[in-house]
């Protein structure tokens, strides 16, 4: 088709076959500016649309993760509270050892005091 052939547009359906006499008529160099700009457009949609699909993906994956830490992040917590525990009941254990350790240690003392006392110099 050269520049200088008409085409026929419906102006009322917008069907582009030219079949409607009602229609107006565009030289071809008019005519191709506007498919060019639906072509771009659909370009430009179709990488909105893959942007928007590797966006949700990532967006996806990143609440996996964030849902994973979650749960690591409770169980170290109900790890960390039974440490607690242990190391509480470590702490009074040790407490008690060096007690009954002095008490000996007391008595041991007592007892050479004793002994000396006892000895004649």
């Known amino acids: 088709m050269g520049e200088k052939e008409k ?69 170290l917590e109900s790890q960390y509270k039974i440490l607690q525990k242990n190391n509480e009941s470590l702490l009074s254990r040790i407490a008690s050892l060096e007690k009954r350790l002095d008490s000996e240690t007391l008595r041991r003392q007592a007892f050479l005091l004793e002994g000396v006392q006892r000895v004649p110099q």
């Open 7 to 75: 085409l026929r547009f419906c102006t009322t359906c917008r069907c582009h076959q030219g079949m409607h006499v009602h229609g107006t008529e565009f030289s071809n160099s008019i005519r191709t500016a506007p498919y060019q700009q639906i072509d771009r457009m659909e370009e430009l949609i179709g990488d909105l649309i893959g942007f928007i699909a590797k966006t949700n993906a990532k967006t996806a994956l990143g609440e996996n993760q964030l849902f994973e830490l979650e749960i690591i992040i409770a169980r």
